[in-house]
C-alpha cells in the first residue's frame, strides 16, 4: 500500500461547483496533515494544514478522520482561478521530519 | 512575506558532472529540507537537515548526494556524478521547527543531465 495515496484525477467541473478530494495515509502514526496546492511547474504552496476537529478557511475545509486514515478537502463554489494540482501531505510528527507527498489529485475548473 | 530562494532556475549538465545546487532558507527557520520531483511523478522527500547535520535521508540520498550550510545563509545540494534519472525539480524547503511545522518550499531548480 502506497504511503500516501490519492485519486490523481482530472477532476474537470464547471465555476460554481463543489468538489471534494480524498486521500488515505497507511501510517497510523501519522501526527501531522496539511495540503498543498501546486501549479503546473512551480512549488508546492501550503494551503491548509489538517486539524483532528476538521478546520475552514474561506471556501475550503479540510476533515480528517483517524479512525480511517482518511483526509479529505472541500472546495466549494470554484473559481478558474482553484485550477492546479492538490497535494495531500503527511508527516510522522511536526515540521522537523520529513513529509510525504501523496502524486495529486489534479483539478480544472471550467467556464 | 520571507521566502525560500533557490538558485538557479534551470541548470543544464552532461552526465557524470557535479551539479551544486544553492538555496536560502528563511532567515529564522531551523530545519532545511531538499525534495526532488521527477517529470509526471510525485514530490519525493531526499534529506532534511538541522543543527549542521544530517537528521534524516531516504534512499534516493546515496553517497552521490550531500548536503552542505556553508556558511549562515545559504544550504546547498551537491551530487557529485550525475545521472540521466537525475533531471528532475529539485525543491529546497525550510521550516521553524517546534510550534510553526509548516514546511516552505522555494521555486526550485530544473536539471537536466544529458
Known amino acids: 500500500r502506497k504511503e500516501v495515496e490519492q485519486d490523481p484525477g482530472p477532476f474537470n467541473v464547471p465555476e460554481g461547483a463543489t468538489v471534494a478530494f480524498n486521500c488515505t495515509y497507511s501510517n497510523s502514526a501519522s501526527q501531522s496533515f496539511f495540503w498543498y496546492r501546486q501549479d503546473c511547474r512551480k512549488e508546492p504552496k501550503l494551503l491548509m494544514s489538517?486539524?483532528?476537529s476538521g478546520n475552514e478557511d474561506g471556501r475550503f475545509t479540510a476533515q480528517l478522520n483517524r479512525a480511517s486514515q482518511y483526509i479529505s478537502l472541500l472546495i466549494r463554489d470554484s473559481k478558474l482561478s482553484d485550477s492546479a494540482t492538490y497535494l495531500c501531505v503527511v508527516s510522522l510528527s511536526g515540521g522537523y521530519q520529513k513529509v510525504t507527498f501523496g502524486i495529486g489529485t489534479k483539478l480544472q475548473v471550467i467556464p | 512575506e520571507p521566502e525560500v530562494t533557490q538558485t538557479p532556475s534551470h541548470q543544464v549538465t552532461q552526465m557524470g558532472q557535479e551539479v551544486i545546487l544553492r538555496c536560502v532558507p528563511i532567515?529564522?527557520?531551523?530545519?532545511f529540507y531538499w525534495y526532488r520531483q521527477i517529470l509526471g511523478q510525485k514530490v519525493e522527500f531526499l534529506v532534511s537537515?538541522?543543527?549542521?547535520?544530517?537528521?534524516?535521508k531516504s534512499e534516493i540520498f546515496d553517497d552521490q548526494f550531500s548536503v552542505e550550510r556553508p556558511d549562515g545563509s545559504n544550504f546547498t545540494l551537491k551530487i557529485r556524478s550525475t545521472k540521466l534519472e537525475d533531471s528532475a525539480m529539485y525543491f529546497c524547503?525550510?521550516?521553524?521547527?517546534?510550534?510553526?511545522?509548516?514546511?516552505?518550499f522555494g521555486p526550485g531548480t530544473r536539471l537536466l543531465v544529458l
Open positions: 524547503a525550510s521550516s521553524g521547527g517546534g510550534i510553526e511545522e509548516t514546511q516552505y
Open positions: 537537515f538541522y543543527n549542521n547535520e544530517i537528521s534524516e
Open positions: 532567515s529564522n527557520h531551523l530545519y
Open positions: 489538517v486539524y483532528s
